[in-house]
């Protein structure tokens, strides 16, 4: 995923951005979808898929 993560540092701020509409992230929603219709990636999805890849690949 790094392709689809940027960061960015202001002053004391550090931020962080996920760029979930390209199309391999896409595909994670649309394999859901197709898995079970009433399940769709919303904010709250992706953001537990992003906290989860964060914990692995950067947890400092």
Do not use: Q, R
Request: proline share 5%; aromatic share 20%; glycine share 8%.
């Amino acid at each position: 995923m790094p392709d689809y993560v940027k960061t960015g540092k202001s002053g004391d701020w550090i931020a962080v951005w996920f760029y979930n509409e390209n199309d391999k992230p896409f595909a994670i929603g649309e394999k859901m979808c197709a898995i079970n219709e009433d399940v769709y990636m919303n904010g709250y999805n992706w953001d537990a898929l992003f906290n989860y890849y964060l914990g692995v690949h950067a947890p400092a």
